[in-house]
């Protein structure tokens, strides 16, 4: 199933989750998220980060809801048989697959953690607004990037003309969507006594917080097609 990955959430701190031989252990990873897991092991950190935010943020959500996001204790498919049909609860828990694993992975990025990305540079200039792009813009394109090849690639593996697999990269890119649309600017101000005469600004994401409840309402407002999406 394309979110046995979420699994990754019940492993120990302690237990490595990237190199040749873990990959190949981690149970939940289709071969070609194994694959992906041996060619980027340094972000699977992030990985499982993601895992543990997704569980955490779908059990506040739908704290007040028949079903509230409850874990099986047992197995790989973490939030059990809810996730096996097209329900609008499955679209939402990919959508926040999908968005928890770029937030992670970006997360990272800024941090200075991961040896093939940084912070987005691309982000210069003047903005209409008269203030100065610079600073340590948080880099979505690579946490999308991410996420594209590592959540996607169950669905991919299927092919994706028509039904679940479809559906499923849909919502996928419902949840990563959710991110880009909501980014935000903060910005510093410089000048005599902070006057602002000058401010320097970048973007950052939203607060995950909020990319659970932009999907949330989604959900809510979700409409019956063939299949339940967002």
Same mark, same amino acid.
């Given at each position: 199933?394309?979110?046995?990955?979420?699994?990754?959430?019940?492993?120990?701190?302690?237990?490595?989750?990237?190199?040749?031989?873990?990959?190949?252990?981690?149970?939940?990873?289709?071969?070609? *998220?194994?694959?992906?897991?041996?060619?980027?092991?340094?972000?699977?950190?992030?990985?499982?980060?993601?895992?543990?935010?997704?569980?955490?943020?779908? *059990? %506040?959500?739908?704290?007040?809801?028949?079903?509230?996001?409850?874990?099986?204790?047992?197995?790989?498919?973490?939030?059990?048989?809810?996730?096996?049909?097209?329900?609008?609860?499955?679209?939402?828990? %990919?959508?926040?697959?999908?968005?928890?694993?770029?937030?992670?992975?970006?997360?990272?990025?800024?941090?200075?953690?991961?040896?093939?990305?940084?912070?987005?540079?691309?982000?210069?200039?003047?903005?209409?607004?008269?203030? *100065?792009?610079?600073?340590? $813009?948080?880099?979505?394109?690579?946490?999308?990037?991410?996420? *594209?090849?590592?959540?996607?690639?169950?669905?991919?593996?299927?092919?994706?003309?028509?039904?679940?697999?479809?559906?499923?990269?849909?919502?996928?890119?419902?949840?990563?969507?959710?991110?880009? %649309?909501?980014?935000?600017?903060?910005?510093?101000? %410089?000048?005599?006594?902070?006057?602002?005469?000058?401010?320097?600004?970048?973007?950052?994401?939203?607060?995950?917080?909020?990319?659970?409840?932009?999907?949330?309402?989604?959900?809510?407002?979700?409409?019956?097609? $063939?299949?339940?999406?967002?």
């Amino acid at each position: 199933m394309a979110t046995n990955w979420l699994s990754l959430a019940r492993l120990p701190r302690s237990r490595p989750v990237s190199g040749a031989a873990p990959c190949a252990r981690l149970r939940g990873l289709t071969p070609g *998220q194994v694959g992906v897991c041996r060619a980027r092991g340094e972000v699977m950190e992030s990985v499982r980060k993601a895992a543990e935010m997704v569980i955490e943020e779908c *059990q %506040h959500q739908f704290r007040n809801r028949r079903w509230n996001c409850s874990t099986t204790s047992r197995g790989i498919n973490v939030f059990g048989r809810v996730m096996n049909q097209g329900t609008r609860e499955a679209a939402f828990v %990919h959508a926040l697959s999908s968005a928890a694993v770029a937030v992670a992975v970006t997360r990272a990025c800024t941090r200075g953690e991961l040896d093939r990305c940084g912070c987005d540079r691309k982000v210069r200039g003047v903005s209409p607004e008269g203030f *100065q792009w610079s600073g340590c $813009s948080d880099n979505l394109s690579y946490g999308v990037a991410f996420s *594209q090849a590592f959540v996607d690639e169950p669905e991919r593996a299927k092919g994706v003309s028509a039904g679940r697999p479809l559906m499923n990269l849909h919502n996928n890119e419902a949840g990563r969507k959710a991110i880009l %649309h909501n980014m935000q600017v903060e910005c510093k101000c %410089h000048g005599v006594s902070g006057s602002c005469e000058l401010r320097t600004c970048w973007k950052v994401m939203p607060p995950f917080r909020r990319v659970g409840v932009v999907l949330k309402e989604r959900f809510d407002g979700a409409t019956e097609v $063939s299949d339940y999406m967002f």
